[in-house]
């Protein structure tokens, strides 16, 4: 099972991750590796990993073997892996006990990338450091004294660390203030999105928070930043729900029962419906009005209904109605527990 699935406790936050990405000293940028010059570095990095007994504790996946279904299956672990620019000669290690990820060749020559439960980035960066270390030992990265660690992309120079927090912001989100916070943070080298959208429009209360500098920063100051900035959404969060009127609890209890009571006994539902009613489930759990349902099922139940999910445990790519009807099955047999 992936990590964070497994909430700490009932707070607001899913899951911290943490990536770095390193390029290695001598060796041109991704982009620019033809063939022979991409096996050279796959067998000098494996030939590390080995070393340093990495290797044995990963499965080892190649995009190009047309092994792309099992990327699909962690491409949607709440935006683990959105995107591979370079698929094919992208080669991606998972951690066997679902620890970390190592991506070769995809944006750097490395990238690291852990989650975790919960406000958690000091420890999930300390994991990757730690590993990153062994790493180090074995292989010369780019690296400048003034600019930090090389990077192809400009927005990776310096740390080269991306930190993030996903978090649940439902009553932010229905107050329509996210968008001020998400101008406001900006501001502060910020970035507020919703992991899931339809168009321009943000579907189930998900967001992620992250750093956008990463260049004149240091690594802890890139964590205590976004840390210090979780702790506030959290704060703002909890006083909308506590501020709620007697009649708005009411309302709002209502709106969650009855999602509950959909999600318990439909047939057919497309994604945005169901993350909409989820998010709801997911307020009730976190509010002790919905009791006999862990975060844990509902965090489940948001990545297992997602397209790519669901076809990569189908043996042939589903059509759109049959994906609607294994959703709602999948939706039931997560919450009639």
Same mark, same amino acid.
């Given at each position: 099972?992936?990590?964070?699935?497994?909430?700490?406790?009932?707070?607001?936050?899913?899951?911290?991750?943490?990536?770095?990405?390193?390029?290695?000293?001598?060796?041109?940028?991704?982009?620019?590796?033809?063939?022979?010059?991409?096996?050279?570095?796959?067998?000098?990095?494996?030939?590390?990993?080995?070393?340093?007994?990495?290797?044995?504790?990963?499965?080892?996946?190649?995009?190009?073997?047309?092994?792309?279904?099992?990327?699909?299956?962690?491409?949607?672990?709440?935006?683990?892996?959105?995107?591979?620019?370079?698929?094919?000669?992208?080669?991606?290690?998972?951690?066997?006990?679902?620890?970390?990820?190592?991506?070769?060749?995809?944006?750097?020559?490395?990238?690291?990338?852990?989650?975790?439960?919960?406000?958690?980035?000091?420890?999930?960066?300390?994991?990757?450091?730690?590993?990153?270390?062994?790493?180090?030992?074995?292989?010369?990265?780019?690296?400048?004294?003034?600019?930090?660690?090389?990077?192809?992309?400009?927005?990776?120079?310096?740390?080269?660390?991306?930190?993030?927090?996903?978090?649940?912001?439902?009553?932010?989100?229905?107050?329509?203030?996210?968008?001020?916070?998400?101008?406001?943070?900006?501001?502060?080298?910020? !970035? *507020? +999105? $919703?992991?899931?959208?339809?168009?321009?429009?943000?579907?189930?209360?998900?967001?992620?928070? &992250?750093? /956008? =500098?990463?260049?004149?920063?240091?690594?802890?100051?890139?964590?205590?930043?976004?840390?210090?900035?979780?702790?506030?959404?959290?704060?703002?969060?909890?006083?909308?729900?506590?501020?709620?009127?007697?009649?708005?609890?009411?309302?709002?209890?209502?709106?969650?029962?009855?999602?509950?009571?959909?999600?318990?006994?439909?047939?057919?539902?497309?994604?945005?419906?169901?993350?909409?009613?989820?998010?709801?489930?997911?307020?009730?759990?976190?509010?002790?009005?919905?009791?006999?349902? !862990? *975060? +844990? $099922?509902?965090?489940?139940?948001?990545?297992?209904?997602?397209?790519?999910?669901?076809?990569? &445990?189908? /043996? =042939?790519?589903?059509?759109?109605?049959?994906?609607?009807?294994?959703?709602?099955?999948?939706?039931?047999?997560?919450?009639?527990?």
């Amino acid at each position: 099972m992936v990590q964070w699935i497994s909430p700490l406790d009932n707070s607001i936050v899913i899951a911290s991750k943490v990536k770095i990405l390193r390029n290695i000293k001598g060796i041109k940028f991704t982009k620019l590796l033809n063939e022979d010059e991409f096996n050279d570095l796959l067998s000098m990095v494996l030939g590390c990993f080995k070393e340093i007994d990495i290797l044995d504790k990963c499965y080892v996946v190649k995009l190009k073997d047309g092994e792309e279904k099992i990327i699909d299956y962690y491409k949607e672990n709440f935006g683990l892996i959105k995107y591979f620019e370079n698929k094919d000669n992208l080669i991606f290690l998972m951690n066997k006990n679902g620890e970390f990820n190592i991506l070769l060749n995809e944006e750097e020559h490395i990238g690291i990338e852990c989650t975790n439960s919960g406000l958690s980035l000091r420890e999930v960066y300390s994991k990757i450091d730690n590993l990153d270390d062994l790493i180090e030992e074995k292989i010369h990265y780019s690296f400048d004294s003034e600019l930090g660690y090389l990077t192809s992309n400009i927005k990776n120079l310096g740390t080269a660390l991306r930190a993030k927090v996903f978090i649940h912001l439902p009553l932010l989100s229905s107050n329509n203030l996210i968008k001020i916070i998400k101008n406001a943070l900006k501001e502060e080298g910020i !970035t *507020l +999105k $919703s992991i899931y959208n339809s168009g321009n429009k943000d579907v189930g209360n998900i967001y992620e928070v &992250s750093n /956008i =500098k990463t260049l004149g920063m240091s690594e802890k100051d890139i964590l205590d930043s976004i840390i210090s900035i979780t702790n506030k959404l959290i704060l703002r969060e909890k006083n909308q729900r506590d501020n709620l009127s007697k009649d708005e609890y009411i309302e709002l209890k209502d709106d969650i029962l009855r999602a509950l009571g959909i999600l318990r006994n439909t047939y057919s539902i497309d994604r945005d419906e169901a993350l909409k009613y989820l998010s709801y489930v997911r307020l009730g759990v976190e509010l002790g009005i919905i009791k006999k349902l !862990t *975060l +844990k $099922s509902v965090n489940s139940a948001m990545i297992e209904i997602q397209p790519d999910m669901i076809n990569n &445990s189908s /043996i =042939k790519k589903r059509d759109i109605q049959s994906l609607k009807i294994e959703r709602a099955k999948i939706i039931r047999n997560a919450l009639n527990t």
